[in-house]
């Protein structure tokens, strides 16, 4: 089963960052947390992980908290295309499979 | 962008038919993986494969599943006797090291089983 708990559905103005929420209190200490999201029914898409620090790329920003628990995706300038299914997974780096929680829809309005 | 090709991208079969799903991964990679979801649930891992072997393999992953490298660059699922409740997206994915961090999904297979 996933360890992390995820609001079921978002909205988000279009231009204005989205901030998705993950609760991952059971967390261990040798354990990531990865962000994917899924296009409309669509492969999922990797689109950042961290272990302790936060992370940016191209695509969005991750937050996590100092005692780990937590977590925060930020996408800084939400499109329409962007309107997705978000999910938040944890796991160990090298060798477990990624276990898909229902995930957040986000809705990206215009 | 490199990108994970599957085939067909529909697929309708008679219940107790055999089907074989094919995917091209990625050229340099070197880990593979089918993952399927029903309609409105969640992504399901079913089989990850390495080396020309299965690595893990799902409760899902039952004896009428099977997954073949058939040479350097197909992949592919066979479902040997195709149950209604095999009706799904299969989704084939792969990455580049063991455990990746970035999986590269295909756009998925739809399964329809009548």
């Known amino acids: 089963d996933a360890k992390t708990t995820q609001p079921p559905s978002m909205d988000c103005a279009e231009g204005r960052a989205a901030n998705l929420p993950c609760n991952h209190s059971t967390i261990s200490g040798n354990e990531y947390v990865y962000w994917y999201r899924q296009i409309h029914s669509q492969g999922p898409q990797y689109i950042i992980h961290g272990l302790k620090n936060n992370e940016t790329n191209e695509m969005a920003s991750l937050i996590i908290t100092e005692d780990r628990k937590s977590s925060t995706l930020i996408l800084p300038h939400a499109t329409l295309r962007d309107t997705a299914v978000y999910y938040c997974i944890v796991r160990v780096a090298v060798g477990q499979n990624f276990v898909f929680g229902p995930g957040t829809r986000l809705s990206v309005l215009p | ?114």
């Not at chain 2, 072997?53 to 592919?76: C, L, M, Y």
């Open chain 2, 1 to 114: 962008e490199p990108e994970v090709t599957q085939t067909p991208s529909h697929q309708v079969t008679q219940m107790g038919q055999e089907v074989i799903l094919r995917c091209v991964p990625i050229s340099n990679h070197l880990y593979f993986y089918w993952y399927r979801q029903i309609l409105g649930q969640k992504v399901e891992f079913l089989v990850s494969f390495y080396n020309n072997e299965i690595s893990e393999k799902s409760e899902i992953f039952d004896d009428q599943f099977s997954v073949e490298r058939p040479d350097g660059s197909n992949f592919t699922l066979k479902i040997r006797s195709t149950k209604l409740e095999d009706s799904a997206m299969y989704f084939c994915a792969s990455s580049d090291s063991i455990g990746g961090e970035k999986l590269f999904f295909g756009s998925g297979t739809q399964l329809s089983v009548l």
